[in-house]
């Protein structure tokens, strides 16, 4: 079974970091794309970032370009999230997902979420 | 991929079938995907590649996709299937993602 627990999340400060993990389990990780995904309090979803599961590339929403950073560690099977120069409107809910390629990407799995709220 | 867009809301009563629409220029071309969202809970998917479902998903859950629109059908739907759905497209690349905005189904 696939299972994706994130954590990480908390209150920060306007300016200020914070970093998102996410512990993979259930299947083999390094083989995967992974991305992150948020939801702002009583929103739709935005993604916001995604790692290949080859080749290391990662990709952003232009919301957070600049800003948040994605990495993975394929020995640990976790993903993580470095959010830098938090915002007011990155208040939002976190999930990671696991991607699945079949005509194009998308999440086929999805973890519980971790809060992350930006305010002073 | 460009703006997909859903009506905000749909009610229907228990039994009866609800159907959900996402339009988008995109979608002649590319798949439709859909999610449902239960209040406090993760995003599940339910429907992919326009029409097929996932394992555990009720047969009830049905998908079709022609020209612009794009359609989630829930056949008899159950009280049990309140909650937003969501649609999703992507091209062949990992950050060209979009959500259409979200659909609250009401079912009572």
């Known amino acids: 079974e696939v299972q994706l627990l994130e954590s990480g999340g908390g209150l920060v400060e306007p300016g200020g970091s914070l970093r998102l993990s996410c512990a993979a389990s259930?299947?083999?990780?390094?083989?995967?794309?992974m991305s992150w995904v948020r939801q702002a309090p009583g929103k739709g979803l935005e993604w916001v970032a995604g790692f290949s599961g080859s080749g290391g590339y990662t990709f952003y929403a232009d919301s957070v370009k600049g800003r948040f950073t994605i990495s993975r560690d394929n020995s640990k099977n976790t993903l993580y999230l470095q959010m830098n120069s938090l915002r007011a409107e990155d208040t939002a809910i976190y999930y990671c997902?696991?991607?699945?390629?079949?005509?194009?990407?998308?999440?086929?799995?999805w973890g519980r979420g971790t809060l992350v709220a930006v305010s002073s | 991929s460009s703006e997909l867009t859903q009506p905000p809301s749909v009610s229907v009563s228990p039994g009866q079938t609800a159907r959900i629409t996402c339009s988008g220029d995109a979608l002649p071309k590319k798949s439709a995907y859909w999610y449902q969202q239960k209040s406090g809970q993760a995003p599940v998917l339910v429907i992919y590649?326009?029409?097929k479902r996932p394992s555990g998903i009720p047969e009830r859950f049905s998908g079709s996709s022609s020209g612009t629109m794009a359609t989630l059908t829930i056949s008899g739907a159950q009280v049990d299937d309140e909650a937003d759905y969501y649609c999703?497209?992507?091209?062949?690349?990992?950050?060209?993602?979009?959500f259409g905005g979200g659909t609250k189904l009401t079912v009572l």
């Open positions: 590649e326009d029409s």
């Open positions: 999703y497209s992507t091209d062949t690349s990992l950050d060209h993602r979009v």
């Open positions: 997902a696991r991607d699945y390629y079949s005509s194009g990407y998308y999440c086929d799995n």
């Open positions: 259930g299947f083999s990780f390094s083989t995967y794309a």
